[in-house]
């Protein structure tokens, strides 16, 4: 029987932080930017790459092929599986809702465009994150193993160089020079050093991360407020290659710092959350800190479940958003109320969220929406799929 690994409960809450951020990012509401210190956009989607990073282990090389079907099966098939369900939602909407949201249904839409942009049937855009990084997985592994056999598997050789590519990246965007198909390896590229910070800080940092919380957040604050003050705006397009407005180092040093401030605070917060969400008092000390073995029972809470299911709210918190415009427009439509609801950008514009009053308070409904409806469908196809003798793939986080 294979030997079980012990579940980390610090990235759990880090992934479960990272996810809020993105659902909240795509609504526009800024609830963990620290008053605007440290935006999304300067760090969030990188974030999931360090995570992923992280939990990147060795031994994997010793089996690269059944390493690259096993990711296979947890990235890709869930996804085509969701994204045939989409493009056949968006199809119908279209012919039958009067939406113009989504391109048609073909085999280039199901199979070749979620390489491309991610964004062919608009209520899962948000999944483009999950082929690039199945891409960014497969290079990481046939990278390691090509070096392994030139004698130059290191680590600090490896951040770097990849750090020099992904500079690169952001030194041609500038110049505009990543458009059209050149965006395709140009988010991949960029994202790929962010993927080996995760491994470096496991392997080289993560043992001397023992500075108070005091200095450490001094000076991360500190960085933050001296980038806030020298540069023309931190927020930048993961996906689109876009908005780097300070050159190609500083979008990896606002990756740095975003990545430095929620990690400390995910250790601050691991201690709180043991199994069944009672307070871990016994977990003490640095050195056992964020981590619950797994030959224990099993932790749990809601940031804990969120954090092993970051997957299912990546996939469909855009349609959630959906779901709670649906329900506004349907008020606006029947009722004397909501007057000022915009049925054109509803019916054409993803990006169109109606504040009731005009309140930004309603935001807390959106970030509730993205992120419980999809808790709520993924319990139900965990009950569901034993009862139907596993044959459909679980669902789950993308580390």
């Not at 601050?268 to 029972?297: V, Y």
Request: aromatic share 16%; hydrophobic share 50%; net charge positive.
């Amino acid at each position: 029987m294979p030997e079980r690994l012990e579940y980390n409960v610090t990235f759990g809450i880090l992934s479960a932080l990272s996810i809020i951020m993105i659902v909240a990012g795509h609504s526009g509401y800024d609830i963990l930017t620290v008053g605007g210190l440290f935006p999304y956009y300067s760090f969030h989607v990188p974030l999931f790459m360090f995570i992923s990073g992280y939990f990147y282990r060795e031994e994997e090389e010793s089996r690269p092929l059944a390493y690259l079907k096993k990711k296979a099966k947890r990235l890709l098939l869930p996804y085509f599986i969701w994204n045939v369900f989409y493009g056949i939602l968006a199809q119908t909407l279209r012919t039958f809702g009067g939406f113009s949201l989504g391109e048609a249904v073909s085999l280039k839409t199901l199979f070749v465009s979620p390489f491309l942009n991610g964004y062919q049937f608009i209520y899962n855009f948000a999944a483009w994150f999950v082929p690039v990084l199945f891409v960014v997985e497969a290079m990481n592994v046939c990278m390691r193993l090509l070096l392994k056999r030139l004698h130059g598997n290191s680590e600090w050789l490896i951040l770097m160089g990849s750090l020099a590519v992904g500079m690169a990246v952001v030194y041609f965007a500038v110049q505009g020079r990543v458009w059209g198909l050149y965006k395709t390896p140009g988010r991949i590229l960029f994202l790929y050093p962010c993927f080996q910070m995760g491994q470096f800080y496991k392997k080289k940092l993560e043992r001397r991360d023992t500075l108070g919380n005091l200095p450490y957040f001094a000076i991360v604050i500190g960085v933050q407020v001296l980038l806030h003050l020298c540069c023309n705006g931190l927020a930048y397009s993961s996906v689109w290659c876009t908005g780097f407005a300070n050159g190609p180092l500083i979008p990896y040093v606002t990756v740095v710092s975003g990545v430095a401030f929620w990690l400390r605070v995910s250790k601050i917060l691991a201690p709180l959350c043991g199994a069944k969400g009672s307070c871990a008092a016994a977990q003490s000390g640095r050195e056992n800190q964020g981590a619950l073995s797994a030959a224990g029972k099993s932790a749990d809470g809601f940031l804990l479940y969120l954090g092993r299911n970051t997957y299912a709210v990546m996939m469909h918190h855009i349609m959630a958003f959906m779901l709670v415009k649906a329900v506004l427009s349907g008020i606006a439509a029947h009722t004397g109320y909501l007057a000022d609801f915009d049925f054109a950008s509803f019916y054409g514009n993803i990006d169109y969220y109606y504040l009731v009053k005009g309140s930004e308070a309603f935001q807390i409904v959106y970030l509730a929406a993205g992120v419980g409806l999809p808790l709520l469908l993924q319990r139900g196809l965990d009950i569901l799929l034993p009862a139907v003798g596993r044959r459909l793939p679980v669902l789950r986080r993308t580390d």
